[in-house]
């Protein structure tokens, strides 16, 4: 069974651009997470998605915002991009939103902005 | 406010023998999950073990289990016959059972870095 998987792997942007990532669940998964993972702050969570509909965000500006889509695969968007947003971008799945489902990462995409 | 320590940010271990990795946590919560994370160096973050807290009976995987301490906030892992694949980030993480605004999400510790020496 395919585990999460996150595309790019690695992204270089500059200053002020947007930047787009994506991740697909594990198959039957419907929940989605976003973590950002910076260098010095350990795990942030960022936002999370459950057939569709977002349920839940973190501390983060509105410039980071996503999606979900009906085969729940998920992109998250990074408006005005700030050199701070240089992390690793961690995508993890589960088999619904309750909370008893353990949640399962993808390998992560890597942004760094210039 | 919910929150999940790790008191040790690096820790060694020689191949075979036994390690221990600490974690404390601060929650008015009744219910909830705990569980301890791998991240090697190739950066994918694994589950090793996890926690209901309703159980009083640590929860056990091979090489590795735990030793919860609900009065006291406490949720270590122990790693037994430590192998060199085991180096690793080992994140300690938390997800309460409420259905108020922390609903879904893990509370992370800032890991502990684990090193198993030849």
């Known amino acids: 069974e395919a585990g999460v998987t996150q595309s790019p792997t690695h992204l270089i942007k500059t200053r002020g651009q947007q930047a787009t990532l994506r991740c697909s669940p594990i198959?039957?998964?419907?929940?989605v997470y976003w973590y950002q993972q910076a260098l010095g702050l350990g795990l942030q969570f960022l936002l999370w998605?459950?057939?569709?509909?977002?349920?839940n965000r973190g501390n983060f500006p509105p410039r980071f915002s996503g999606r979900q889509f009906p085969n729940y695969s998920s992109e998250l968007n990074v408006n005005a991009l700030e050199l701070e947003d240089s992390a690793l971008y961690l995508c993890?799945?589960?088999?619904?939103?309750?909370?008893?489902?353990?949640?399962?990462f993808g390998p992560g995409t890597r942004l760094t902005v210039l | 406010a919910q929150t999940v320590t790790q008191s040790q940010p690096e820790m060694s271990v020689q191949e075979a023998e036994t390690v221990t990795l600490s974690c404390t946590y601060d929650?008015?919560?009744?219910?909830?999950?705990l569980f301890w994370y791998k991240q090697p160096p190739s950066r994918q973050m694994i589950l090793v073990i996890r926690?209901?807290?309703?159980?009083?009976q640590n929860a056990t995987e091979n090489r590795f289990s735990v030793n919860f301490q609900k009065a006291a906030k406490s949720f270590s892992l122990k790693i037994s016959d430590s192998q060199l694949g085991d180096t690793a980030m080992y994140f300690c993480?938390?997800?309460?059972?409420?259905?108020?605004?922390?609903?879904?999400?893990?509370?992370f510790g800032k890991g502990t870095k684990l090193s198993v020496k030849p």
């Open positions: 993890a799945s589960s088999l619904a939103g309750i909370v008893t489902d353990t949640q399962y």
């Open positions: 198959s039957g998964h419907t929940s």
């Open positions: 998605y459950d057939e569709g509909e977002e349920r």
């Open positions: 929650t008015s919560e009744s219910n909830y999950y």
């Open positions: 926690q209901e807290a309703y159980k009083q």
């Open positions: 993480a938390f997800k309460p059972l409420n259905y108020g605004g922390s609903q879904g999400n893990l509370i």
